[in-house]
């Protein structure tokens, strides 16, 4: 079963990689939307500004390639960068139009409490906590209240609460940490950085391409 790496030009592919194929995918990285229409499921990571990601997309003709594959049915998985372009649009150094994949926008963290416990970017472990049922979902089987690796300045406001998997807190702010609408989904953190529960999410990922 190949699973396709969108490779825009920002993220760490081959972190992504690994962790598929321990799951039990086989993986592949290509820019090339020929190639990548031929996989069962696609996988956007990202690390870096929204603006250049959708930039990127749209100059190596992704964006229309990733938009046919979801109307199609074709399950996709967000992580970072990747989850924040399925949404409608970014604040992020401007406005920014997204994939328009799940409905909500894009916005910065609050000033956080203090200056010592809370920092802009969040960087390091942060508990999820379930917004709603998991069972089904890119979070099946994964503990309530499990901790993942995040690195963000800005997240996810979706604009209905049934989107929203799973929520994070930090400092003022409380955000969605785990997105979906049908077989779109998107983390905020990196579930290939998160352990055995990071990984239990790409093989619900993968298990949802093979039914």
């Not at 990689?17 to 996989?39: M, V, Y």
């Not at 938009?67 to 199609?72: D, E, G, L, P, S």
């Not at 992580?79 to 399925?86: A, K, S």
């Amino acid at each position: 079963m190949r699973v396709g790496i969108v490779d825009y030009g920002l993220g760490n592919l081959f972190n992504v990689a690994r962790a598929l194929d321990a799951c039990g995918a086989e993986s592949f990285i290509s820019d090339q939307p020929s190639e990548l229409t031929e996989a069962v499921a696609l996988v956007l990571p990202g690390v870096g500004a929204f603006g250049e990601g959708m930039a990127n997309l749209q100059r190596r003709e992704l964006a229309p390639m990733v938009k046919n594959a979801a109307a199609a049915g074709t399950p996709i998985l967000g992580i970072c960068l990747g989850m924040q372009l399925l949404f409608d649009e970014s604040e992020e150094f401007g406005v920014h139009a997204g994939l328009g994949l799940i409905p909500g926008r894009v916005v910065r963290f609050d000033e956080p409490e203090g200056t010592k416990s809370f920092k802009i970017p969040q960087i390091g472990w942060n508990r999820i906590s379930g917004a709603q049922s998991w069972k089904g979902t890119v979070l099946h089987d994964v503990e309530t209240e499990s901790f993942m690796y995040f690195v963000h300045s800005f997240y996810v406001a979706t604009a209905e609460d049934n989107d929203c998997l799973a929520t994070t807190s930090y400092g003022r702010n409380q955000f969605c940490a785990v997105a979906s609408r049908g077989k779109v989904s998107g983390c905020q953190f990196h579930p290939e950085k998160s352990g055995e529960e990071g990984l239990q999410i790409i093989r619900n990922f993968i298990d949802q391409a093979r039914a």
